[in-house]
């Protein structure tokens, strides 16, 4: 049974990374490459060879290439760190470029030129964004310039992050050789926020976490009321006032972005005078959370 469910986990884990990619790809195919706004990565890089340099080879043939250079440069400099879903993502999207492209032609189902250089650049940065959310939440990827980060930050002080974002700006920036329009420049890097919020929105929407510090006379009360109504755990800290030097507890809670509004109503309506802190987590893990992956 075990085994069964953890084939069936798998199966499901491919499917969605499939639609994400899906999503992704025909954002770039029917909105973006149509109205020649290029984003980053190698799909980027890809765009701005076939309109820039005169390429005219499939992109997806040359997401291929590119990726398969890099996939290979990335195993020699950083060993296998490269695990199938980095290879099925590779290979399943420059399939799903092919077909959107050079199969069913979607650049003809609508005319862009009727959306606008801005509205192209809202929506296929968030069909880009989501389509990429759904895959990196099952832990998929489509490769591209995240292993051109990972070299640098061996090799240097600098993060990923910081890598791909830099390679981002200098892919979108190159494309002025593409239309020759510094408008289309600003368009993708319109796109290029725009997928960052989305994919942000997809991957930590529903598990946003705000840690909640109370100071007040009626901690007890407000944290068993927390715990009974909510259902989340609550935890008093002892501490003492720097100024007046005098003993009190604190109260400390972590709760989801969906209860942080019942919380909050629970602290007014027993204490209307509580001085309350409230900030975002970064991560929550353990139980009741997200569970920690290494």
């Given at each position: ?279 975002k987590a970064q991560g929550v893990y353990g139980k009741n959370f997200e569970k920690l992956k290494l």
């Amino acid at each position: 049974m075990q085994i069964f469910k953890k084939k069936q986990h798998v199966i499901i884990s491919y499917l969605v990374i499939t639609l994400g990619i899906l999503i992704y790809t025909f954002g770039w195919a029917a909105v973006m490459l149509p109205a020649k706004i290029v984003g980053g990565g190698v799909s980027g890089i890809s765009s701005v060879l076939y309109y820039a340099v005169g390429l005219h080879i499939p992109i997806g043939v040359m997401n291929l290439v590119i990726n398969a250079v890099l996939v290979l440069v990335g195993f020699k400099m950083l060993g296998s760190k490269f695990g199938a879903n980095t290879i099925y993502g590779i290979v399943m999207s420059s399939l799903c470029f092919i077909l959107w492209q050079q199969v069913l032609h979607v650049e003809t189902l609508f005319d862009v030129s009727q959306f606008g250089g801005f509205m192209c650049a809202i929506i296929g940065g968030a069909l880009c964004g989501g389509g990429i959310g759904m895959t990196f939440a099952m832990g998929g990827n489509s490769g591209g310039t995240d292993i051109i980060a990972l070299i640098v930050s061996k090799y240097y002080n600098i993060s990923p992050g910081k890598v791909i974002m830099y390679l981002d700006i200098f892919i979108i920036g190159s494309s002025f050789f593409v239309s020759h329009k510094i408008e289309n420049v600003v368009f993708g890097y319109i796109v290029m926020v725009t997928m960052t919020y989305v994919l942000d929105m997809v991957l930590d929407g529903n598990k946003q976490s705000y840690q909640i510090l109370v100071f007040s006379q009626k901690n007890k009360e407000i944290g068993d009321a927390i715990t009974q109504e909510v259902g989340r755990g609550a935890t008093l800290l002892d501490a003492e006032g720097c100024y007046s030097h005098q003993s009190r507890q604190v109260l400390i809670v972590m709760v989801h972005k969906t209860d942080k509004p019942h919380v909050m109503q629970i602290i007014h309506r027993i204490d209307g005078n509580a001085f309350i802190s409230v900030s975002k987590a970064q991560g929550v893990y353990g139980k009741n959370f997200e569970k920690l992956k290494l």
